[in-house]
């Protein structure tokens, strides 16, 4: 039996990855939560196969959350999944130490092999991912920049095209606002933009918005 942590701040998913994981064989929720300090605190009382975590679920960012699992809990395997681009976020979760990247768009029958594959300590990915990484189309120009960001580069650009702050962004990945400009700095350099309008217009193509 494979026990199921799901980690999603929507009601109606978490119910409906709970109805299709319980109609299938083999499975069992031992719980759902809709926030990361919910999260961390079910952890220390349930110890589940798997944790289903929602990138963008509220007060701590999925990839923060993630680092925060596998340090306190490494014997649990983590899944993230999203309604956001697998171009964007597949890497950065795998670098940070997800077992698998799930796209909320993908066939419901992902879910449970997805799972299943986890659960057996394999990497998921979807094929059509697993194509694109294989294949680096002469089109996609804003992919292979972002390819070349570091994950905390790719949380530092999300939290900026999501209007927020130096402090902000500081207070929300735990660093220091003078850490934050570094990043900037950075972030323009592998982008290749000079300023923070070109730099947000990248975020836009990279689908961060």
Same mark, same amino acid.
């Given at each position: 039996m494979i026990k199921v942590l799901i980690a999603d701040?929507?009601?109606?998913? *978490?119910? +409906? #990855? *709970?109805?299709?994981?319980?109609?299938a064989s083999g499975f069992e929720v031992v719980d759902d939560v809709a926030t990361t300090s919910e999260l961390l605190e079910r952890l220390e009382e349930v110890t589940p196969d798997v944790v289903l975590l929602e990138m963008d679920i509220p007060e701590i960012n999925g990839i923060a959350t993630l *680092? @925060?699992? @596998?340090?306190?809990?490494? $014997? #649990?395997?983590?899944?993230?999944?999203? +309604?956001?681009s697998e171009d964007v976020y597949a890497l950065s979760t795998i670098r940070a130490g997800a077992f698998g990247y799930l796209s909320k768009a993908s066939d419901v029958d992902y879910i449970i092999s997805a799972i299943r594959k986890v659960n057996e300590g394999s990497m998921f990915i979807t094929n059509e991912l697993a194509q694109r990484l294989a294949f680096d189309e002469g089109t996609q120009k804003p992919r292979r920049f972002f390819r070349k960001l570091s994950? *905390? $580069? #790719? $949380?530092?650009l999300k939290l900026l095209a999501s209007g927020k702050r130096n402090k902000d962004v500081a207070i929300g990945l735990n660093l220091n606002e003078k850490t934050v400009s570094t990043y900037k700095a950075r972030l323009m350099k592998k982008l290749n933009v000079d300023n923070m309008v070109d730099l947000l217009q990248q975020a836009k193509a990279l689908e961060l918005y």
């Open positions: 701040n929507h009601p109606i998913i *978490r119910m +409906g #990855v *709970r109805q299709v994981l319980n109609s *680092r @925060k699992i @596998k340090k306190d809990f490494p $014997e #649990v395997k983590v899944l993230m999944y999203s +309604g956001q994950t *905390r $580069e #790719v $949380e530092v």
